[in-house]
């Protein structure tokens, strides 16, 4: 008798930022999809149709639980039933800013006694080169016996999710898929080729984990540019938003990067650091990473600085004592992941100097030990903006604020000398 088809097409592990879009995508697309994650409120929430995602509302993920398209569980065994594997698993940075793969590691070893011949295992978190061959292949083999390349196809595909985009997303963002060998590469794309619009192949899983790296050091390496220009600009007294527009306005040999609080974000202000880390392996120093690291770490005491200088010079008061609302502790306007935002590190620095702060944010109601308060600006010695979400009246804070210090350029065309300060 021929072997039944498997039940499922995908199964997904990682119920978070990654993992609920992917299986999302891949159930409109009409596979079936099975979503694994260790967290039973989780899962329970999401087989009640129930999500955590801004990019995912609770209507569309309730459609696909409903007619049968999504199921979550926290059960490795029913793996068993599914065509390909998809690791979608944070991979943060210790606080010595090392690479941590305990997520990786832990999935892997519940997945390898389930492994079955024939599926397809495809790494998605972000990871420095080496990864899926050094880490991910070792335990897959020894806890299945079974041979990767052989047995099963292996292979890597960066995940690209960027919170809060309509223009780009899961589905219409091109998939870049790097096996261990040629079969493994062709087997990955297969799978993503049946929900995605554009999947690219490179010839290792090496090539695909520096992809990624090579994209956010990119964007790093340029902010960290811009936000070393904007120190300088403050001491040359020339707006560096004026700047960086104007040079924005050549067609070619340019792309505009925005100055900042700091970087924040899944990708960003912590995937150079795995690249940095992998090149100690090969007496390599990547001095563009460490110095973009140095430059955007800086910019929240900078940050600070500027608002202390503006409230003693545009109000004759001191920073230590003074009330200041920090408007925005989101990472980036419109959406509520707050994760590494740079609005933490100056909370904590306008705090230790003395000051009374409080902060507002539509999207984000608590945040550390506070909660959001109203937008009462009057109320306030200095409104900084941190997060320049769109839902907010520029022009009616800045008349009613007493002192405003913009690091967006937020208050744009609504300038006020000697009340709005900027970056």
Same mark, same amino acid.
């Given at each position: 008798?021929?072997?039944?088809?498997?039940?499922?097409?995908?199964?997904?592990?990682?119920?978070?930022?990654?993992?609920?879009?992917?299986?999302?995508?891949?159930?409109?697309a009409g596979r079936r999809v099975l979503l694994v994650d260790?967290?039973?409120?989780?899962?329970?929430?999401?087989?009640?149709?129930?999500?955590?995602?801004?990019?995912?509302?609770?209507?569309?993920?309730?459609?696909?639980?409903?007619?049968?398209?999504?199921?979550?569980?926290?059960?490795?065994?029913?793996?068993?039933?599914?065509?390909?594997?998809?690791?979608?698993?944070?991979?943060?940075?210790?606080?010595?800013?090392?690479?941590?793969?305990?997520?990786?590691?832990?999935?892997? %070893?519940?997945?390898?006694?389930?492994?079955?011949? *024939?599926?397809?295992?495809?790494?998605?978190?972000?990871?420095?080169?080496?990864?899926?061959?050094?880490?991910?292949?070792?335990?897959?083999?020894?806890?299945?016996?079974?041979?990767?390349?052989?047995?099963?196809?292996?292979?890597?595909?960066?995940?690209?999710?960027?919170?809060?985009?309509?223009?780009? %997303?899961?589905? %219409?963002?091109?998939?870049?898929?790097? *096996?261990?060998?040629?079969?493994?590469?062709k087997a990955a794309a297969e799978v993503y080729r049946g929900?995605?619009?554009?999947?690219?192949?490179?010839?290792?899983?090496?090539?695909?984990?520096? %992809?990624?790296?090579?994209?956010?050091?990119?964007?790093?390496?340029?902010?960290?540019?811009?936000?070393?220009?904007?120190?300088?600009?403050?001491?040359?007294?020339?707006?560096?938003?004026?700047?960086?527009?104007?040079?924005?306005?050549?067609?070619? *040999?340019?792309?505009?990067?925005?100055?900042?609080?700091?970087?924040?974000?899944?990708?960003?202000?912590?995937?150079?650091?795995?690249?940095?880390?992998?090149?100690?392996?090969?007496?390599?120093?990547?001095?563009?990473?460490?110095?973009?690291?140095?430059?955007?770490?800086?910019?929240?005491?900078?940050?600070?600085?500027?608002?202390?200088?503006?409230?003693?010079?545009?109000?004759?008061?001191?920073?230590?004592?003074?009330?200041?609302?920090?408007?925005?502790?989101?990472?980036?306007?419109?959406?509520?992941?707050?994760?590494?935002?740079?609005?933490?590190k100056l909370i904590h620095l306008l705090r230790n100097a003395?000051?009374?702060?409080?902060?507002?944010?539509?999207?984000?109601?608590?945040?550390?030990?506070?909660?959001?308060?109203?937008?009462?600006?009057?109320?306030?010695?200095?409104?900084?903006?941190?997060?320049?979400?769109?839902?907010?009246?520029?022009?009616?804070?800045?008349?009613?604020?007493?002192?405003?210090?913009?690091?967006?350029?937020?208050?744009? *065309?609504?300038?006020?000398?000697?009340?709005?300060?900027?970056?």
């Open positions: 008798m021929p072997e039944s088809p498997p039940l499922y097409d995908v199964a997904i592990i990682g119920g978070g930022y990654v993992g609920v879009p992917l299986a999302t995508t891949f159930a409109e260790i967290h039973p409120g989780l899962i329970a929430a999401l087989n009640e149709g129930t999500s955590h995602i801004e990019d995912v509302s609770s209507e569309r993920l309730g459609d696909l639980v409903r007619n049968g398209s999504l199921v979550a569980t926290t059960d490795y065994e029913l793996i068993k039933q599914a065509h390909a594997v998809l690791i979608a698993l944070p991979t943060p940075l210790s606080k010595q800013r090392e690479p941590d793969l305990t997520a990786i590691e832990r999935a892997a %070893t519940s997945l390898a006694p389930v492994l079955q011949p *024939g599926q397809v295992v495809v790494l998605e978190s972000t990871t420095w080169p080496g990864t899926t061959r050094e880490v991910l292949q070792p335990i897959l083999e020894e806890g299945s016996g079974l041979k990767a390349g052989e047995d099963f196809h292996l292979a890597m595909s960066p995940e690209r999710v960027d919170p809060g985009r309509e223009d780009w %997303t899961t589905k %219409t963002t091109p998939k870049v898929v790097g *096996g261990i060998n040629e079969a493994s590469t929900a995605l619009d554009t999947v690219y192949e490179v010839s290792t899983p090496e090539a695909a984990e520096l %992809t990624k790296l090579l994209e956010n050091i990119y964007r790093s390496v340029n902010i960290a540019l811009v936000n070393e220009l904007a120190q300088l600009t403050d001491r040359m007294g020339i707006d560096v938003w004026e700047v960086v527009d104007a040079a924005a306005t050549k067609p070619f *040999g340019f792309m505009s990067f925005k100055p900042g609080p700091g970087l924040g974000g899944h990708c960003i202000p912590l995937d150079p650091f795995y690249l940095s880390w992998k090149a100690r392996e090969f007496d390599f120093s990547t001095r563009f990473i460490e110095l973009a690291g140095e430059i955007n770490n800086n910019m929240p005491y900078f940050c600070r600085s500027v608002i202390s200088q503006a409230l003693n010079h545009g109000a004759q008061k001191s920073l230590s004592g003074s009330k200041v609302l920090v408007l925005g502790v989101a990472y980036k306007p419109d959406i509520s992941d707050s994760r590494e935002t740079p609005a933490e003395g000051a009374d702060v409080a902060y507002h944010d539509p999207h984000v109601p608590e945040f550390g030990d506070l909660a959001s308060v109203a937008l009462e600006p009057e109320s306030y010695d200095c409104v900084a903006i941190v997060t320049n979400h769109s839902s907010i009246d520029y022009g009616d804070l800045v008349q009613r604020a007493q002192l405003v210090v913009d690091f967006r350029n937020a208050t744009k *065309g609504h300038e006020v000398d000697g009340k709005v300060w900027k970056l």
